[in-house]
């Protein structure tokens, strides 16, 4: 993503994906998990120090960034996701929305209830709603210079 930190053996990034509809930050274990916890906690600190609540997902996989296809596959990685978010109970969801952002949907596992909405949802849609839950460009570039300096 950009705007990414290295971090001794953990890389950071902050902008989980530049076409992304919500902003956040992914850590990717490199070394040490006790390196990967204490950073995430930080981040947590800080979030939590400005009443912003988030959403994290922890998962196995691939590490984030792009490989060629003549470079040998990469070692599996134990990746953080962190999302600061609006509170839920303040989104402004209309009535007909098919479902609510939270981290499910932010990590890309959509949780539909019925077949009619299934079957109108869009990817365009799906990037709207989740931006709802986003925050605005310049809370969240402050939020990104708060954690870089925590994590320094």
């Not at 953990?10 to 850590?27: K, Q, R």
């Not at 994290?56 to 984030?64: H, N, R």
């Not at 609006?86 to 939270?102: N, V």
């Not at 079957?119 to 939020?143: R, Y």
């Amino acid at each position: 993503g950009d705007g990414g930190a290295e971090v001794s053996g953990l890389d950071i990034s902050s902008g989980i994906n530049a076409e992304y509809g919500v902003p956040g930050f992914v850590f990717e274990l490199q070394e040490s998990s006790s390196l990967l916890v204490e950073s995430v906690m930080k981040v947590v600190q800080v979030l939590q120090e400005r009443d912003i609540p988030y959403d994290l997902m922890i998962t196995y996989g691939d590490p984030c960034g792009d490989r060629d296809a003549t470079e040998e596959i990469p070692k599996p990685v134990i990746r953080v996701a962190l999302w600061p978010v609006h509170p839920s109970d303040e989104l402004p969801l209309p009535e007909e929305t098919p479902f609510r952002p939270a981290v499910c949907e932010l990590s890309g596992h959509i949780l539909l209830h019925d077949k009619a909405a299934y079957d109108s949802l869009t990817e365009e849609k799906i990037l709207e709603i989740l931006s709802l839950a986003a925050l605005e460009k310049d809370k969240f570039q402050e939020l990104c210079e708060a954690v870089r300096a925590a994590l320094d």
